[in-house]
């Protein structure tokens, strides 16, 4: 199966969130009810590391932000789930993440995909996410002091390993270095991180004025 | 904001954002939307990445952090994976620590 090699990365992925939503202040059941209902790494490490100092509906705002990539991904894959009914549609919809995206997406391109390879990529990514994050929330309460071991810098690294691999083209090097300029220089200005919407508008409107020239 | 309303919300605002590409593909959006929308992780993991790193107490001051996160982009450059970024900037900010005390 194509998806063994990410299950590992995933579970780790989801361990190390499971860790830190209980730092976060999250309960055992909350912490597992967010990666059972949300699925969505990045949304859910961004919300947890926003959960103490930042309101609910901004949260929920960020969420929708940092997903709106998967509206693309799933608009690209739309020409192939075309003849499908609506509730395959609906229910491949909710496991459309980067990693199950990029396996089934190219298998569509190499005319070899299909709803169950891509169902089943789903279901392998969901399930080593759920259960690492499970056992992420049991073992976290047990770390006694992570910011002493630098273990809180666990999050500006998730994002650079998913930031870096994006830098293929001048224009996306742009968007990062205005956006990172933005969010630091007016983050003692705006709080309740409003200074990341700022830098994500500000650093995605600079890219797409780069491309329209 | 309650916590379960918290995350019901997040999962909603998630799902939207699959289920909305896959259900209005026959809808082509304005190719400046599209562009707009393509730039939008880079300029989120930049956004997301770089005070941590770079202003830590809050205002542009780079430290160990940051000295650490060179080797750890490099590996990211290298690998194209998260993992091993995230093992590479812990060694390395444990190590700094340990040479400064």
């Known amino acids: 199966m194509a998806v063994v090699p990410l299950v590992p990365g995933v579970a780790v992925f989801g361990l190390v969130y499971g860790v830190l939503a209980r730092q976060a202040g999250l309960s055992l059941a909350a912490t597992t009810l967010m990666s059972l209902l949300v699925f969505a790494g990045a949304a859910q490490f961004t919300a947890i590391s926003m959960w103490a100092q930042t309101s609910g509906p901004l949260i929920v705002l960020t969420s929708l932000m940092i997903n709106l990539r998967h509206l693309l991904m799933g608009a690209s894959m739309a020409p192939h789930l075309r003849r499908q009914p609506a509730r395959w549609k609906a229910m491949l919809a909710f496991g459309l993440v980067d990693e199950s995206y990029a396996l089934a997406i190219s298998r569509y391109l190499r005319g070899e995909g299909s709803r169950e390879f891509f169902l089943g990529v789903n279901v392998a990514v969901y399930g080593s996410w759920v259960l690492g994050g499970l056992t992420g929330g049991v073992l976290g309460g047990l770390v006694l002091n992570p910011a002493r071991w630098g273990i809180d810098l666990v999050f500006p690294l998730t994002f650079l390993g998913l930031l870096v691999p994006l830098l293929t083209r001048p224009v996306t090097g742009a968007v990062a270095a205005a956006s990172a300029i933005v969010a630091v220089v007016t983050a003692a200005w705006l709080p309740g991180k409003g200074n990341l919407v700022l830098a994500i508008l500000l650093g995605s409107g600079i890219g797409t004025l780069l491309e329209s020239r | ?101």
């Open chain 2, 1 to 101: 904001m309650n916590t379960y309303a918290v995350i019901l919300g997040m999962a909603l605002a998630t799902y939207a954002t699959r289920a909305l590409g896959i259900f209005l593909f026959s809808r082509r959006l304005p190719p400046v939307v599209e562009r707009l929308l393509s730039h939008i992780p880079a300029a989120v993991f930049a956004a997301l990445a770089a005070p941590p790193l770079l202003a830590p107490e809050g205002t542009f001051a780079p430290g160990l952090p940051a000295v650490a996160a060179i080797p750890a982009a490099a590996v990211a450059w290298r690998t194209r994976q998260v993992f091993p970024t995230i093992l590479v900037g812990l060694g390395s900010y444990w190590l700094l620590k340990w040479v400064v005390g």
